[in-house]
């Protein structure tokens, strides 16, 4: 599974992206096997979302906030950065 190879932090955005993209709420299941991550990488990414006020919780399912929205934007913007130094 990609999720596996993910670098470290980087499921968090995928699940993010994910959300983000599907604007409605999904079960940690559905994002699972939607977004091809392991489930055990997105149960424990999804309770360090939650704590970080970047989703919340809907009837058991999870969409993202107005500020995973914004940690995704500027996890987005950083990239970016990053890339322009690369290629610089």
Known sequence: ?????D???IPMYRILAFL???KEAKTITE?????DIPYNTVRDNIY???????IE???GK????????QMLDEF?????????????
Do not use: C, F, H, Q
């Not at 999870?62 to 929205?69: A, L």
């Open 1 to 5: 599974m990609v999720g596996e190879r």
């Open 7 to 9: 670098p470290k932090g």
């Open 20 to 22: 983000k993209k599907k």
């Open 31 to 35: 994002i699972s096997e939607e977004a």
């Open 48 to 54: 360090k979302l939650l704590a970080l006020g970047a």
């Open 57 to 59: 919780t809907r009837d």
């Open 62 to 69: 999870y969409i993202i906030t107005e500020k995973g929205k």
């Open 76 to 88: 987005i913007e950083e990239i970016e950065r990053l890339k322009e130094m690369v290629n610089a």
